[in-house]
């Protein structure tokens, strides 16, 4: 049972367009959530993280929102770039389980077209 | 970067032979995981760690074991490998601190094949 799910696999934006990736949640006990950008023969890379006490945090280009009653965040990419073409990450975890575990989305590709 | 190194970053083995990849950290994190990326299944957690000889199980662990003998590195073993272990190993740490979310770092990674 996936608890995490990123439901679009891919995703191709045009240079300067926004760029949203989506993340759903099934476990309404996750309250930080983390989003990771991978390249390719690299390990992720930590980006943007939220907590549930927030429905949004920006930094520079990178906004995410979290919307508890939906138990879904997207990350926002503006204006989107040719280097942030990278498969991305969403992570949740319930930080009262005292495991300090984080449970990951299926990932999205992005592609920013030049 | 985070200081975190993984060995070997890129192995082939044949089946049921023990295989160790090694992560090894200069962070002094507390926290240390075991995860491997397959397409279609994201990262998944194979075993993580929360402190020196503490571990305890991920989502796949069937197969894996792990030991950790000091803070710095921390040892994933395939006792006898299979073709279906055959994938992208990410070792990551962490840290409790305060404001923090307990962020995960990641090294490069050890590509595993298994014939």
């Known amino acids: 049972d996936q608890q995490v799910k990123q439901n679009s696999p891919s995703l191709s934006v045009q240079e300067g367009r926004i760029s949203i990736l989506n993340c759903d949640y099934t476990?309404?006990?996750?309250?930080?959530f983390l989003w990771y950008k991978k390249y390719p023969a690299e390990g992720p890379t930590f980006l943007i993280s939220i907590s549930s006490i927030k429905d949004k945090n920006e930094d520079g280009r990178f906004t995410v929102f979290l919307n508890k009653s939906a138990k879904h965040l997207s990350l926002h990419i503006v204006p989107s770039q040719p280097g942030d073409s990278a498969v991305y990450f969403c992570a949740a975890s319930d930080s009262g389980s005292g495991t300090y575990k984080y449970i990951f989305g299926t990932g999205t590709r992005l592609k920013v077209l030049a | 970067d985070a200081g975190i190194t993984q060995s070997p970053r890129h192995k082939v083995t044949e089946t049921g032979t023990p295989v160790t990849l090694r992560c090894h950290q200069t962070e002094n994190h507390r926290y240390m995981y075991w995860y491997r990326q397959d397409p279609g299944h994201g990262l998944r957690l194979i075993h993580y760690?929360?402190?020196?000889?503490?571990?305890d199980k991920g989502e796949v662990s069937d197969g894996y074991s792990v030991s950790r003998s000091k803070t710095e590195d921390f040892l994933l073993t395939l006792e006898s490998a299979t073709s279906s272990q055959t994938s992208v190993y990410f070792c990551?740490?962490?840290?409790?601190?305060?404001?923090?979310?307990?962020?995960?770092?990641f090294g490069p990674g050890t590509r595993l094949t298994v014939l």
């Open positions: 760690s929360y402190g020196v000889k503490d571990t």
């Open positions: 990551a740490i962490s840290d409790l601190k305060a404001g923090s979310y307990n962020e995960q770092f």
């Open positions: 476990n309404s006990m996750f309250d930080y």
